[in-house]
């Protein structure tokens, strides 16, 4: 079994990603970044992560996360977060990150700040 499954669906011209299992060394980043890749070589540029279902991150996950998030808004698009676990929301606290990324407690609030 895949260390993080990552399940796509459209909303207007957003593109939810809805992550569960760990955004990890090895598979789990492997995964986000090759999804995340994907939608931009095929023009989607407006990307919500929603990360309900995400159990761990370790720091080659929040790496992983900066580094699309750069490459995104480098060339016009937008990556924001949706339901960040506690423990995701703490890590992004510490780390500082929470104020680098937009993040979301509700789908329809998250997709109306693109517009």
Same mark, same amino acid.
């Not at 760990?22 to 095929?42: D, K, P, T, V």
């Not at 996950?61 to 490459?71: D, K, P, V």
């Given at each position: 079994?895949?260390e993080?499954?990552?399940?796509? &669906?459209? *909303? $207007?011209?957003v593109?939810?990603? +809805?992550l *569960?299992?760990s955004? &990890?060394?090895?598979?789990g980043?492997? *995964?986000? &970044?090759?999804?995340?890749?994907?939608? %931009?070589?095929?023009?989607?540029? @407006?990307?919500?992560?929603n990360? %309900?279902?995400?159990?761990?991150? +370790? #720091? *080659? $996950?929040?790496?992983?996360?900066?580094?699309? =998030?750069?490459?995104?808004?480098? +060339? $016009? $698009?937008q990556? @924001?977060?949706?339901?960040?676990?506690? @423990?995701? &929301?703490?890590?992004?606290?510490?780390?500082?990150?929470?104020?680098?990324?937009? %993040? =979301?407690? #509700?789908?329809?609030? %998250?997709?109306s700040?693109?517009?």
């Amino acid at each position: 079994m895949a260390e993080l499954v990552v399940s796509e &669906r459209q *909303s $207007g011209d957003v593109t939810i990603l +809805d992550l *569960s299992g760990s955004i &990890r060394m090895g598979e789990g980043c492997i *995964s986000l &970044r090759n999804s995340l890749r994907g939608l %931009a070589e095929g023009g989607k540029k @407006k990307i919500l992560l929603n990360l %309900a279902g995400v159990k761990n991150v +370790d #720091s *080659s $996950g929040i790496g992983e996360l900066i580094a699309n =998030y750069t490459s995104l808004t480098r +060339d $016009g $698009g937008q990556l @924001k977060l949706l339901n960040l676990t506690e @423990k995701i &929301r703490d890590l992004l606290v510490i780390t500082k990150l929470l104020t680098v990324f937009d %993040a =979301y407690e #509700s789908e329809p609030e %998250a997709l109306s700040s693109f517009k």
